[in-house]
């Protein structure tokens, strides 16, 4: 049994420093978290032990400071926490930033604005909430649906796999050839990189598992780009979840993970799979003596 992991993989330095934002301050003083700071539950109970709150809810922040997660957030968004008085941490990331400024660019220039992610996305709702008219769209049904505009400018969420964006784009430029299209390319070089390395692993692996949250957008996309090269993916959130079943004696296994995953967890996975491993040697060599 061999274990490999992907050349990129694990936490990002958006994520990382949004964490080391909010632990530093929570030293000095209270803190609230609007939103999940990240979407690992291991991470956000990492962070309610050392006394930080998580409020989904502005009006229901109890403490002077709120922070806003890597994610992003809308003006108006922005606009009710302020307008009660606290005071506003930004941990969004740098490359979510760059999103809304181009998006702000777009819309300025009188372009219609089309967001390539999904509509339920924290991070699409904070680009989305300060927009008057606009679209998202995830799939070819959703290109379908669109109507005709003079212009359409588009951007991505952030952790969107790169091909899916640019599939998505020349369907909207067949399918409005008399419009002008505009395309800037948001998608991050952390997920770029993360797509690119799991492409590699799951290419050469004959089992892959991907460590990362249950509703963490760029885990999700990684389960299903390494699933087009390789038969048999699996995504853990923690080592407990691995399942001795799904590995043998010869196999391959490649680890990637979402960038929201910590390196404690990622190294977690990689030494009950060197469990795995040391007790199959310990089988063989039964089943040998058996033989002999």
């Not at 994610?71 to 809304?100: F, I, Q, W, Y």
Request: proline content about 3%; overall charge negative.
């Amino acid at each position: 049994m061999k274990i490999i992991r992907a050349e990129h993989l694990g936490m990002c330095f958006g994520v990382k420093e949004a964490i080391e934002l909010a632990e530093e301050t929570a030293k000095r003083e209270p803190l609230t978290i609007l939103g999940d700071l990240v979407h690992n539950e291991t991470v956000l109970a990492e962070l309610r032990t050392k006394g930080i709150r998580i409020e989904q809810n502005p009006a229901a922040v109890p403490t002077q400071n709120v922070m806003i997660t890597a994610h992003g957030a809308s003006e108006k968004k922005l606009d009710e926490v302020k307008n009660r008085g606290l005071k506003v941490l930004e941990a969004t990331c740098p490359l979510v930033h760059v999103a809304h400024r181009n998006l702000a660019k777009l819309v300025r220039e009188e372009f219609h604005p089309i967001i390539i992610g999904k509509a339920d996305h924290v991070e699409v709702r904070g680009m989305t909430e300060d927009l008057s008219e606009f679209d998202v769209v995830l799939s070819e049904s959703d290109v379908s649906n669109l109507r005709e505009r003079e212009k359409f400018g588009i951007i991505s969420q952030t952790t969107q796999p790169i091909e899916k964006v640019c599939t998505l784009v020349q369907l909207i430029r067949e399918r409005f050839p008399n419009s002008e299209v505009c395309f800037i390319d948001t998608v991050c070089q952390p997920t770029k990189q993360r797509q690119r390395a799991a492409i590699e692993l799951a290419q050469t692996c004959s089992v892959v598992i991907v460590v990362g949250g249950a509703n963490s957008n760029n885990t999700q996309e990684l389960v299903k780009t390494c699933s087009q090269f390789c038969s048999r993916v699996h995504h853990v959130q923690m080592a407990n979840d691995l399942r001795k079943e799904w590995v043998f004696a010869n196999d391959t296994i490649g680890i990637t993970a979402g960038t929201s995953t910590p390196d404690s967890i990622i190294n977690a996975v990689q030494e009950k799979l060197n469990l795995f491993a040391q007790s199959s040697i310990k089988e063989n060599y039964a089943k040998l003596a058996e033989l002999l």
